[in-house]
């Protein structure tokens, strides 16, 4: 049965940081639905109602022009261990790119990575609880080098190449805001 809650309390917390991958919904008020998976050590809990998570180079960048358009999140993590539980944060995020101010302070929260092109400062105004009964049992998740490889083999000068050639819009040709201001 879902229950929802007004913020992330300690149970929550705990479940969140127990997940190897979360999910992050977005839309503009037009066009596709954006659902993403995210793994790597990019999400911390700031509080019962802020969660950031850092955003590191990918094929699109779908999320920074939606919440262009329209400021809404979603964020899913699901358990596909013993206990099984689906959790989502219901809320508004703001995009920081490594030109804005506070861009160092958010990401000195996580470990070094090449190529991180976003941090996302979400405000959790929900999060619920459901059953995640359906959900299947994965055994030995574990992280991938490979992203951590193809930025290292471009560099920083590559990666701002790829940024400018295949993420300045969604797929549906919305601004991405990566290179200029918004």
Known sequence: MAEQFPSIDNRLQAFIEAQPIFFVGTAA????VNVSPKGMDSLRVLGPNRLVWRNVTGSGNETAGH??????????????TLKPMI???????????????????LNALFPAVEGA????????????????????FLDNPRPRDTLAKWTADRGEDGIHSFWADRNQTTI????T????PE
Request: with cysteine; charged share 20%.
């Open 117 to 136: 092109r976003q941090i996302y400062d979400m405000s959790v105004e929900m999060a619920q609880t459901s059953c995640g009964y359906a959900v299947p």
């Open 172 to 175: 549906d040709g919305l601004p």
């Open 87 to 105: 959790l989502r944060a219901y809320g508004s995020a703001r995009t920081i790119h490594p030109r804005d101010a506070d861009w160092n302070d």
């Open 67 to 80: 919440l262009l358009q329209v400021n809404r999140m979603t964020l899913m993590w699901c358990s596909f």
């Open 177 to 180: 805001g990566i290179l200029t």
């Open 29 to 32: 008020q037009d066009g596709r």
